[in-house]
């Protein structure tokens, strides 16, 4: 042990008045409230204390670096829950590395192993479905894993989502409320959360007597476009859509715009993801705003709790959506305006 930074830590403790491991703590990836944290760095300021990172490394075995690893860093859900989580390990005295996979499981096969080379202190997550058994073999060998967005099945990981099938039953609802029938979904193939919601848009419409016409496709704006085409080139297009992220609902407007159609007369445009562009189109998108900075807030939260208590059992917390609804979905004739029997949000629980 570097004999110069372990005096400092001594120093800085009696300054603070608290144990060098509470200082160690404080300076490094341990759990400690704000307020400590704060008391522990003036002291340091105060002292001269300055840490020597890289016997901090090899003492502990643990970088003080938490991987980010999202699936698509280009759709602004993940920039979002990027932001969010990088805020909160600052404030817990971490460092993220963030990666992008493009939801590809090599690429999240690469960078779990660098992870593991890293020795980060642990991962938050957003995986593939093709990753479900690979990380099963390799869970918690290497380090804590929270997941977001996407979760595996219950007591498998730490995991903070959105109450995915409750979202997709309540735009499913607020339609039929607004005099839609034929409404047609589009969804993401490439994670869990797309089939949540297909699931939560099909019960709706069986439990409403409404034909379900469910259509996966890859999550990606260019592929909504497509299939929205195809649709006006038919001669049974859907009354109304709902998108499963933003991306999709991107594709879905650009392809009305491409066919000289209009939302809603020639169809109602409802879906995920309240991005600031869902308010310059026409009256607006009605969409359901994610709790995005509370995912990467939990998400953190949670990170912190299983490294504090490693022996816990796993949780997942469910966040609920806000449906805002705007002139996309607009009354037909026959609607009665009500949001449907689903609550306007979701309410959070923890199971």
């Not at 817990?92 to 202190?121: F, H, Q, S, W």
């Amino acid at each position: 042990m570097d004999k110069k930074v372990e005096i400092g830590i001594k120093e800085v403790a009696r300054a603070a008045g608290v144990s060098p491991a509470t200082v160690s703590r404080a300076l490094g990836s341990g759990p400690v409230s704000a307020a400590l944290r704060a008391r522990v760095e003036e002291a340091a300021l105060a002292t001269g204390y300055r840490p020597n990172l890289s016997a901090r490394r090899l003492r502990s075995q643990r970088s003080g670096t938490v991987g980010l690893i999202v699936a698509d860093i280009s759709n602004p859900f993940f920039t979002a829950v990027a932001r969010a989580v990088e805020d909160a390990a600052y404030q817990a005295g971490l460092r993220v590395i963030l990666c992008n996979t493009d939801e590809n499981p090599e690429k999240e096969a690469m960078y779990l192993t660098l992870m593991e080379e890293e020795r980060v202190t642990g991962v938050i997550f957003a995986p593939t479905r093709q990753s479900v058994e690979r990380l099963a073999v390799r869970r918690s060998k290497a380090f804590p894993m929270v997941l977001i967005d996407r979760a595996g099945p219950a007591g498998w990981e730490d995991a903070v989502v959105l109450d995915n099938a409750a979202a997709a039953a309540t735009l499913v609802e607020h339609l039929h409320g607004q005099g839609y029938r034929r409404i047609a979904g589009l969804f993401g193939n490439a994670s869990t959360t797309g089939i949540e919601r297909c699931g939560g848009y099909g019960e709706a419409m069986a439990r409403l007597g409404l034909t379900a016409a469910p259509c996966f496709v890859a999550p990606s704006s260019e592929a909504a476009r497509r299939v929205v085409l195809g649709w006006f080139a038919g001669s049974e297009a859907p009354e109304a859509v709902i998108a499963s992220n933003g991306l999709l609902l991107m594709g879905v407007v650009r392809a009305v715009r491409e066919a000289g159609r209009r939302i809603p007369e020639d169809l109602a445009v409802a879906g995920f993801d309240n991005e600031s562009w869902t308010e310059l189109v026409g009256g607006g998108i009605t969409v359901i705003e994610q709790p995005v900075a509370a995912i990467g807030q939990a998400a953190m939260a949670m990170l912190l709790e299983r490294l504090a208590t490693p022996g816990a059992p796993r949780r997942k917390q469910v966040l609920g959506g806000r449906c805002i609804v705007r002139g996309s979905t607009r009354r037909r004739e026959g609607g009665d305006g009500r949001l449907g029997v689903q609550s306007k949000v979701a309410l959070d629980r923890i199971t």
